[in-house]
T-cell receptor
């Protein structure tokens, strides 16, 4: 596997279910991100992890619970979601911030989540 | 306030022609980076090109070039010799300082016609 992978690619869940999204990066990066992309809205940053430590939580509801066991893996645990949480969830990774460097983020293919 | 503005929701371009996608940004931080990403219908965001605020020259990557006008706070993407595979959504994004957060624009859909 190369780049950033995400599983599953599609997920349909009821509001009372518990599920998890998985992300794995094979780029040797130390920062990982979760984004939410809803229809007709710009991409929204949800969480940032740096060396397994959460460095940013962008006021995300507690029904979304991230986990980063190591620099290569990132999970998003979902429970009691609402229909408005239906969206494309994208994972990304990057090198660590360095002044003057681009440290662009590389994205996975996303998980298309539908909450019924 | 909107940090990244992309005013063109959709554009059509003829194959082999060039297309310019507009992006304006708003920041008071002297150090920032500007990015363009491509998102095909498959969903994956593909990094295309980067321009740093202190870079003297406009960035180029193959058929992609960035027209960086600092005083006007614009960072337009030019795709030359369009191909059918260029049909996708294109997003402009900005990072301020050396933080992690990217602010994305609303995107522009490009459709290349044969």
């Amino acid at each position: 596997e190369t780049g950033v992978t995400q599983t599953p690619r599609h997920l349909v869940m009821g509001m009372t279910n518990k599920k998890s999204l998985k992300c794995e990066q094979h780029l040797g990066h130390n920062a990982m991100y979760w984004y939410k992309q809803s229809a007709k809205k710009p991409l929204e940053l949800m969480f940032v992890y740096n060396f397994k430590e959460q460095t940013e939580n962008n006021s995300v509801p507690s029904r979304f619970s991230p986990e980063c066991p190591n620099s290569s893996h990132l999970f998003l645990h979902l429970h009691t979601l609402q229909p408005e949480d239906s969206a494309l969830y994208l994972c990304a990774s990057s090198a660590l911030p360095v002044q003057g460097a681009s440290y662009e983020q590389y994205f996975g293919p996303g998980t298309r989540l539908t909450v019924t | 306030a909107q940090k990244i503005t992309q005013t063109q929701p959709g554009m059509f371009v003829q194959e082999k022609e060039a297309v310019t996608l507009d992006c304006t940004y708003d920041t008071s931080d002297p150090s920032y980076g500007l990015f363009w990403y491509k998102q095909p219908s498959s969903g994956e965001m593909i990094f295309l090109i980067y321009q740093g605020s202190y870079d003297q020259q406009n960035a180029t990557e193959g058929r992609y070039s960035l027209n960086f006008q600092k005083a006007r706070k614009s960072a337009n993407l030019v795709i030359s010799a369009s191909q059918l595979g260029d049909s996708a959504m294109y997003f402009c994004a900005m990072r301020e300082g050396i933080g992690y957060k990217l602010s994305f624009g609303a995107g522009t859909t490009v459709t290349v016609r044969a």
